[in-house]
């Protein structure tokens, strides 16, 4: 299975500090995006990073991605309280469907105490 | 507009009742997706419908019938549920685009219909 492992699975930090979750994955891809889900609700989209980008910045939002290790990084900086949400990590296949069928990680739960 | 609608966001069902939940894009997607989601898990995909057609079914039990009316919308027919299918239900659409000779695919997701079965 692609499905990918995120780290750490709850991460806790006060506002300010800077948040970073990583991501691993198994198979080879064509791109990797990571999402956020405030509880019970929908996804919303971040970032995309493609498998050629080394690193791609979005605001507060910094994804690296090293295909080499099949790992991924996402840094938040400046957290604020609003960004308390789960984020996940996901990839396509590369070589695999083309109908975008996305593997998700198993998500990263991130607290900012105010 | 990016904007994906799923209605009912919450919806409470006996065992032998026939319920549906529906999602709308005005995106002009042509690819949809049925999620399934427990509490503190990922989303687990159940179909894909491309162009109006069914593409992809993670051998979803066929008390789930999706339905593909036509390119903005997408069913999702349920009938004779267990309680453990109780979760939050996520439609999402993409379109897919070619950057060089690499598929890139941004999925939306609309807000999910959180789904009881009694």
């Known amino acids: 299975s692609q499905q990918g492992e995120e780290d750490p699975q709850a991460l806790s930090i006060q506002e300010g500090e800077n948040a970073t979750m990583n991501c691993s994955y198994k198979?080879?891809?064509?791109?990797l995006q990571w999402y956020r889900q405030n509880s019970g609700r929908g996804l919303v989209h971040l970032i995309l990073?493609?498998?050629?980008?080394r690193e791609k910045h979005s605001g507060r939002l910094r994804v690296t991605l090293d295909t080499s290790k099949k790992s991924s990084s996402l840094l938040i900086t400046a957290s604020r309280a609003a960004d308390t949400a789960s984020y996940f990590c996901?990839?396509?296949?590369?070589?695999?469907?083309?109908?975008?069928?996305?593997?998700f990680g198993r998500g990263t739960q991130l607290t900012v105490w105010p | 507009d990016t904007e994906v609608t799923q209605t009912p966001k919450h919806l409470v069902m006996g065992m032998t009742n026939k319920k549906s939940l529906k999602c709308e894009q005005h995106?002009?997607?042509?690819?949809m997706y049925w999620y399934k989601q427990k509490a503190k898990k990922p989303p687990e995909l159940m179909f894909v419908?491309?162009?109006?057609?069914?593409?992809i079914n993670e051998s979803v039990p066929s008390r789930f019938s999706p339905e593909c009316p036509n390119s903005s919308l997408l069913n999702l027919h349920l009938h004779a549920l267990q309680p453990e299918d109780s979760a939050l239900y996520l439609c999402?659409?993409?379109?897919?685009?070619?950057?060089?000779?690499?598929?890139?695919?941004?999925?939306?997701f609309g807000p999910g219909t959180r789904l009881l079965v009694l």
């Open positions: 999402a659409s993409s379109q897919r685009w070619l950057a060089g000779a690499t598929y890139q695919e941004t999925q939306y």
């Open positions: 198979t080879s891809i064509n791109n």
């Open positions: 990073i493609r498998s050629n980008e």
């Open positions: 996901a990839t396509d296949e590369e070589g695999g469907s083309t109908l975008g069928r996305l593997y």
């Open positions: 995106m002009g997607h042509r690819a």
């Open positions: 419908y491309s162009y109006e057609k069914l593409s």
